[in-house]
């Protein structure tokens, strides 16, 4: 038995109503209805009698939900105690131009109900990097968009974006529906530094080769991309919805793949808090896609999963007690 199905079963075994115990858990009755009949598959007996008239504890049951108040009691004393040795957790999150916008306040309210004790620290990166530094070690998961080098790295698909060329309104081709890489074959682009990951630089400059006019502006930020094509007329590809300054329109690219707005961490073994941040962001936006408000289905327990900070004891106290590519413009 995992302790999240035993936090499900106490829940409605205290309510003794699926639907006020889906509410206290947040999350849909479906899967907490389905999470109760394996449960008792897996026991072989069955927890609770339902009737048109409610819920109500079977023998099996009642015994159940005693010892799951005791067990998750426990483990609850287990996290603190662990939490008070190891002092209070941080997770770095890299994030690319917009990129953390894009998760939005809900995510950050639902990561925050779950790991109460987390530090959360937000460092932005610049298109220099879309990894926003993964392979160092500087961050520990990563918001940002593809496509880029995956050597070393697990991503998540989150969202995947149509991309278009950013154009100032007083340009020929900005007033057209739709745009293909040849039309902006004689046009100036911007580059990335030296060193750029080269799958990254080629799909954000319309695949030329940054060799071959060395007098094409380098640009490192978004707000820098974005000025030299106001200031200077270079052309720049950016996802199609993203805000734009006044005096430049994006007209979308025929012959261009998506952009993928992904969750990034360092190896196959996130841990336990890069998890729950992946799992959160993935949701989310499946929750947005289908239309559901941002929290429906998304199953949070009811208790933290990281306990917050013990507080130092003072004098006559005792101290109290979770598939893939990259950006340029988002």
Known sequence: MELRTLRYFLAVAEELHFGRAAVRLRMTQPPLSRAIKQLEADLGCALLERSPAGVSLTPAGALLREEARALLARADRARARVAAVSGPATLTVGTLADSAAQIGAPAAAAFRARHPGVHVIIEEGTLTDPTLGLRAGRVDVALTRGPFDETGISTRVLRSDRVGAVLRLDDPLAGRTLLRLADLADRRWFRFPTGTDPLWQAFWTGGRDPADDQREPVIRTVHECLQSVLWSGTVGIAPLGQPLPAGLTVVPLADTAPSHLVVA????????????????ATALHR?????????AGLPLPPGPTTPPPARPATPGTVPAPTPTRGAGHR
Do not use: E, H, K, Q
């Open 265 to 280: 961490w360092p190896g196959t073994d996130p841990g336990p808090l890069v998890r729950s941040f992946a799992a959160i």
């Open 287 to 295: 929750a947005a896609g289908t239309g559901r408000g941002a929290l």
